[in-house]
């Protein structure tokens, strides 16, 4: 029963999208897969899968190594440190548009707390939303700040059950502090690490809120990753069969991601 209600809007978007109307509400007609012909032929949506691998790739990097930081310092905090294992969670239950409010705030070129601390140092601060690049970098900071809480409870819950002799161990070997947890703590904790790799690549890869509130899609296009523009192909333009289609190459995207993440694990043994 639950494997039928998850498959039937996937089902029902991959057969509205073999059809298409002149209008909304109109007569359809089945067209195949010509959505997915023209898309696939359109340099802006080319260039849109591209910004998304850049949105995606830089948040699976800045969010898995802050994740990796964090949850090694929240598996350490003794005593009252730790109540900061459930504050952890505070940013995840912000929603995306109060987020951009904050980030948008935060990196204001006049008066944003970001500027006033490179100016401390001497810095000129940059206008971050005006700069195609610094755009990028602020949305794809702001991103992994909203997803980030989830990640880092994943990897602590993989180190909570590492075994501590196994660390004791390595220390009486001689290893440091960084070798026991390169080379014992990580690979122990490699699912984990897997499941919080695939959350960043879901949740960034199908993101709106945070993006369209930051800077929707500016400046001159810089943030319009494919969540954008399904959400102006079905409610700008009202071409509901072809944002259709657009979903179903977005929930592809993720599935190959998926799987190739899941490969990757296999092949090097992690977990096992």
């Known amino acids: ?3 039928v209600l998850l498959a039937f809007p996937v089902l029902y978007a991959i057969w509205g999208s073999l059809f298409d109307t002149e209008f909304l509400g109109g007569q ?7 959505h997915y012909l023209d898309l696939f032929q359109d340099a802006d949506f080319l260039w849109a899968i591209a910004r998304s691998l850049i949105f995606v790739s830089g948040c699976l990097i800045l969010g898995t190594s802050l994740a990796l930081v964090f949850a090694f310092a929240l598996n350490k905090a003794a005593g009252f440190l730790r109540f900061a294992r459930g504050v952890t969670i505070v940013p995840y239950l912000v929603s995306g548009v109060a987020t951009a409010v904050m980030f948008r705030l935060l990196f204001n070129k006049e008066f944003g707390q970001v500027n006033r601390t490179l100016e401390f140092f001497g810095i000129e601060g940059p206008s971050w939303f005006s700069d195609p690049v610094l755009a990028m970098v602020a ?12 990640a880092v409870l994943l990897l602590l819950g993989g180190l909570q059950t590492v075994d501590p002799s196994l660390l004791d161990a390595a220390e009486v070997d001689g290893a440091t502090g960084w070798h026991r947890a ?11 690490l897997v499941l919080s790799t695939v ?6 890869l199908t993101s709106l809120g945070v993006v369209l509130a930051l800077t929707g899609g500016g400046p001159v296009d810089a943030t319009r990753i494919l969540p954008i523009v399904l959400y102006e192909t079905a409610f ?5 069969h072809e944002a259709l289609a657009i979903a179903i190459v977005i929930l592809t ?13 296999r092949r090097y043994d992690l977990g096992n």
Do not use: C
């Not at 359809?28 to 010509?34: A, D, I, K």
């Not at 949305?139 to 989830?150: C, F, K, R």
């Not at 959350?199 to 960034?204: A, I, L, P, Q, V």
């Open 1 to 3: 029963m639950v494997s």
């Open 28 to 34: 359809q007609e089945f067209v195949g897969v010509q």
């Open 139 to 150: 949305t794809i900071i702001a991103q992994v700040w909203s997803d980030l809480p989830l």
């Open 182 to 192: 390169w080379y014992v703590s990580i690979p122990l904790i490699a699912p984990q």
């Open 199 to 204: 959350w960043f690549s879901y949740s960034t």
């Open 236 to 240: 700008r333009d009202l071409r509901t």
């Open 253 to 265: 995207f993720n599935a190959l991601l998926t799987l190739i993440y899941v490969r990757i694990s």
